[in-house]
């Protein structure tokens, strides 16, 4: 089922809009994500990047090859630096937003863990979940 979403930055300086199906989510706790997101581990949806559009705002991003060996931008806020969403070269029709600050994150279905080999003891995800000592798929790689 298609349904909208919206985002906005902790400023409010960007807002975004997503109208489609949202897609799987997974937890990742490689080093990078809880270096960009400041948290334990990420938490990433998968969209798609046709149906997605900023409404409001500029953004700003930063590249980095990750440990998957996968170049990923990580678009910000270049006001108050909240995180938004995560693109790649390697999967151009998908972005994977950060669930956190959704307007309704109640609508996120996590289905599985990544880089379980990078978690900290003080993040312990729900063993019902399918881990992965790396990435697994294309969610897994995109933080
Ligand atoms: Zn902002
Ligand atoms: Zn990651």
């Given at each position: 089922m298609a349904v909208v979403l919206t985002r906005g930055c902790l400023c409010g300086?960007?807002?975004?809009?997503?109208?489609?199906?949202?897609?799987?989510?997974?937890y990742c706790h490689c080093a990078d994500c809880r270096r960009a997101t400041g948290s334990a581990f990420n938490v990433g949806v998968k969209v798609s990047a046709r149906q997605f559009r900023i409404t409001q705002g500029d953004l700003k991003g930063f590249t980095k090859t990750g440990d998957s060996g996968n170049?990923?931008?990580?678009?910000?806020?270049?006001?108050?630096?909240?995180?938004?969403?995560?693109?790649?070269?390697r999967h151009?029709?998908?972005y994977f937003l950060k669930a956190g600050c959704l307007d309704d994150p109640g609508v996120v279905r996590t289905t599985h863990q990544s880089w379980v080999a990078s978690r900290?003891?003080?993040?312990?995800?729900?063993?019902?979940?399918?881990a992965f000592i790396r990435s697994?798929?294309?969610i897994a790689e995109t933080g």
């Open positions: 300086a960007v807002r975004y809009e997503y109208a489609g199906e949202v897609g799987p989510a997974s170049e990923l931008t990580r678009h910000f806020c270049p006001e108050c630096g909240s995180p938004l969403f995560t693109s790649s070269p151009p029709d998908f900290v003891d003080w993040a312990v995800i729900s063993p019902d979940l399918p697994s798929s294309a």
